[in-house]
């Protein structure tokens, strides 16, 4: 199997939202993308999945080392999606900060530690999604200085959403992300999470960043440079199936405990098709919306 057939399973195989944003790409790009997000699950599996934190230290130390060979031009990596990311380097403008800092935020997710404030929340954001967004718009051919203010800001929108979608299951599972200050503010618990104790401080709290989100996908489209956004169709592609679980999380008032939020793979199609084809024809000096 070559590792382009490895990235291309890894990524068919996931589900994820980010595979119907690749849909229409053209063909290196999609490639480069797949590697991308190939690299990314490798890294979120560890955290997700081995239990066994010096286990999970280790393997993530050893992808460490893959990227730093993926950067270093007089030799080769060892995995598959490693070696396919040199493809990558060698194609598109991508540098290696991100890679490391996406590595930092997985690190945080094996160590458990929790989340004081809301600035260690945007850096966590930064960390596991503002930096892809800047992986990916170097793929795409993004030229404009702002169009990184635009990655991170919708990074940040995206990691919120996600967040707020996975907040009863992620608490389940002994990781909570809402800052414990501004917890501690609107009087909501550790276990009021892992219950599900909807009370009025729990409603304001998940309202807050529900907010915080809506302002974050606002701001990535006010960021957005007119000279880049044909070049950022797949980013705005994305944002708006992400856009979308937000707008069903408003309609269950975020009670994820009772009403988790999915969308079927045919809503996602059918959302990514729409969003693609509206800004292939869309007039540049007219704003873009995620709706």
């Known amino acids: 199997m070559t590792p382009q057939v490895y990235c291309e399973q890894r ?28 690299f990314c ?6 955290a997700d999945e081995i239990k066994d934190r010096d286990v999970a230290r280790t393997k993530l130390a050893f992808w460490q080392q893959q990227i730093d060979l993926v950067f270093d031009p007089d030799r080769a990596a060892h995995h598959p999606v490693a070696r396919e990311l040199q493809w990558v380097r060698d194609h598109f403008p991508i540098e290696q900060d991100p ?31 503002g930096t892809v967004g800047l992986l990916t718009i170097a793929v795409f051919g993004a030229e404009h200085p702002k169009s990184t203010d635009f990655a991170i800001a919708l990074g940040r929108a995206l990691q919120l959403t996600n ?6 299951a992620d608490a389940r599972n002994g990781r909570i992300y809402l800052p414990q200050q501004t917890r501690i503010r609107f009087q909501v618990t550790d276990q009021d999470l892992i219950d599900g104790n909807i009370h009025n401080g729990m409603k304001e709290l998940l309202q807050h960043y529900g907010d915080a989100a809506k302002s974050a996908y606002q701001h990535a489209l006010d960021t957005l440079p007119e000279q880049d ?7 705005l592609t994305m944002g708006a199936i992400y856009h979308c679980y937000l707008h069903r999380l408003r309609k269950v008032q975020f009670d994820v405990w009772r009403h988790p939020v999915t969308i079927s793979p045919l809503r996602k199609i059918w959302v990514a098709w729409r969003m693609w084809r509206r800004e292939s024809h869309a007039d540049p000096t007219q704003p873009a919306r995620f709706k």
Do not use: W
Not at 13 to 30: C, H, I, N, V, W
Not at 229 to 235: E, H, T
């Open 163 to 168: 967040i707020l979608r996975d907040v009863a």
């Open 99 to 129: 890679f490391n800092a996406l590595i930092r935020g997985m690190q945080h997710d094996i160590d458990g530690k929790p989340i004081s404030s809301d600035e260690e929340l945007d850096y966590y954001c930064y960390c596991v999604a």
């Open 229 to 235: 956004r044909r070049a950022l169709r797949a980013s």
């Open 11 to 38: 990524t068919r195989g996931s589900g994820s939202s980010f595979f119907y944003a690749f849909l229409f790409l053209p063909e290196e790009q999609r490639r480069a993308m797949m590697a991308l997000y190939a």
């Open 41 to 46: 699950r490798e890294v979120d599996d560890i």
